[in-house]
T-cell receptor, first 116, second 112 residues
Framework: DGGITQSPKYLFRKEGQNVTLSCEQN?????MYWYRQDPGQGLRLIYYSQIVNDFQKGDIAEGYSVSREKKESFPLTVTSAQKNPTAFYLCASSLGDRADFNQPQHFGDGTRLSIL | AQSVTQLGSHVSVSEGALVLLRCNYSSSVPPYLFWYVQYPNQGLQLLLK????ATLVKGINGFEAEFKKSETSFHLTKPSAHMSDAAEYFC????????????WGAGTKLII
């Protein structure tokens, strides 16, 4: 079955440490997204990518970095510059065609990041 | 700028009662609208989407939503709530003038 796989499910970060969250999709989607979810705040967009080797900042990109070297992979690095990284992180993908505004986003099961 | 407002961060209903979750949007162009459901510690799952083909949209798990342009609303309903419907529900809008990014509501937690 096609889908999005996020790993690990739980992750712990020490102070001053960078950590990388994995996101892989086999849906053959062009567009991929990273969201941060905090209680009562809905989803906030961190980064998105519409094509390989290209990505754009979302609303809360500071302290995060991404890469898109392969169509199926969009890893997110939470750097030590992100002072409040404790949250639930969701990766999503969509067909991404600019003409297909009605295409929904498909989500992974998330990674919960906590500070040690 | 586009925005989505979900009225009520928590909605409580009895099993068997009508479920009504409210969503209002603002958009200067015709929107595409979505409802998603999230169970604890899981990702979001698409419930239904409005794409202008019909104003009443039927989704999974017995949910439906009606697009009302005059009220800029897309409320989600289910005639009879079940214990398994307890989850958080998110409304989202995708409009051409938002660079086709989804604009998300803050979510409504449904308590049965």
């Amino acid at each position: 079955d096609g889908g999005i796989t996020q790993s690990p499910k739980y992750l712990f970060r020490k102070e001053g440490q960078n950590v990388t969250l994995s996101c892989e999709q086999n849906l053959n989607h062009d567009a991929m997204y990273w969201y941060r979810q905090d209680p009562g705040q809905g989803l906030r967009l961190i980064y998105y990518s519409q094509i390989v080797n290209d990505f754009q900042k979302g609303d809360i990109a500071e302290g995060y970095s991404v890469s898109r070297e392969k169509k199926e992979s969009f890893p997110l690095t939470v750097t030590s510059a992100q002072k409040n990284p404790t949250a639930f992180y969701l990766c999503a993908s969509s067909l991404g065609d600019r003409a297909d505004f009605n295409q929904p986003q498909h989500f992974g099961d998330g990674t919960r990041l906590s500070i040690l | 700028a586009q925005s989505v407002t979900q009225l009520g961060s928590h909605v409580s209903v009895s099993e068997g009662a009508l479920v009504l979750l409210r969503c209002n949007y603002s958009s200067s162009v015709p929107p595409y609208l979505f409802w998603y459901v999230q169970y604890p510690n899981q990702g979001l799952q698409l419930l239904l989407k409005y794409t202008s083909a019909a104003t009443l949209v039927k989704g999974i798990n017995g949910f439906e939503a009606e697009f009302k342009k005059s009220e800029t609303s897309f409320h989600l309903t289910k005639p009879s709530a079940h214990m398994s419907d307890a989850a958080e529900y998110f409304c989202a809008v995708n409009a051409m003038d938002s660079n086709y990014q989804l604009i998300w509501g803050a979510g409504t937690k449904l308590i049965i």
